[in-house]
């Protein structure tokens, strides 16, 4: 049932219904496991990470309020443990092979990197202010990794093919908007 909340997936977990949490994964898991791919982890570390979330997430389904903005919740459940991650492995000893490697992705000392970070967040942010359908219709054709053609996406969205265009274009100009609103000191609208 893709039409199901995130309050009746929650619920259905919470009354112990398996298909419920296989459900409440297949709406959620790419999403976890692309934040932390975003942030430059590994597929490995990104599996882990994501592996991480969704135990503290049954862990926690009993003391989530009913009003919970799940997708937020997770990704911000996530970015914590990423930042940990990180940290952890910032203090562990790295072969010359591995600082080189790491050297060259980080960058001046890990402004790049950082840098990176502040846009990946400031974009998910300005997506988040977005409404679900220009959002949902955003994430489809720019973040989806099967990377669907406009005959699947207005199929998914039930919109006509030549409409795909002019509504992405209209989306993009409300996310400017948002943007804009939220300037970072390296962005140039």
Not at 14 to 41: C, F, H, M, P, T
Not at 99 to 106: F, G, N, P, V
Request: proline share 4%.
């Amino acid at each position: 049932m893709m039409s199901e909340t995130d309050y009746q997936l929650i619920r259905a977990c919470r009354q112990g219904d398996i298909y419920a949490w296989d459900r409440l994964l297949d709406k959620y898991e790419r999403l976890v496991y692309s934040i932390a791919l975003n942030y430059g982890l590994a597929m490995d570390d990104a599996a882990d990470i994501t592996q991480t979330t969704f135990t503290i997430l049954i862990q926690s389904l009993e003391n989530l309020r009913d009003d919970s903005h799940l997708a937020s919740w997770l990704a911000t459940v996530t970015k914590r443990h990423i930042w940990r991650w990180l940290e952890r492995r910032s203090r562990e000893q790295v072969s010359p092979e591995e600082d080189a490697a790491q050297s060259e992705l980080i960058g001046n000392g890990g402004a790049n990197l950082v840098e990176r970070w502040e846009r990946v967040d400031w974009l998910r942010d300005g997506l988040n202010m977005l409404d679900k359908r220009c959002r949902d219709l955003l994430l489809s054709l720019y973040f989806d990794p099967e990377q669907p053609s406009y005959a699947q996406v207005a199929e998914r969205f039930d919109l006509p093919v030549g409409s795909i265009g002019p509504t992405r274009a209209r989306c993009l100009e409300r996310l400017k908007a948002y943007l804009t609103k939220t300037t970072q000191p390296w962005y140039q609208p």
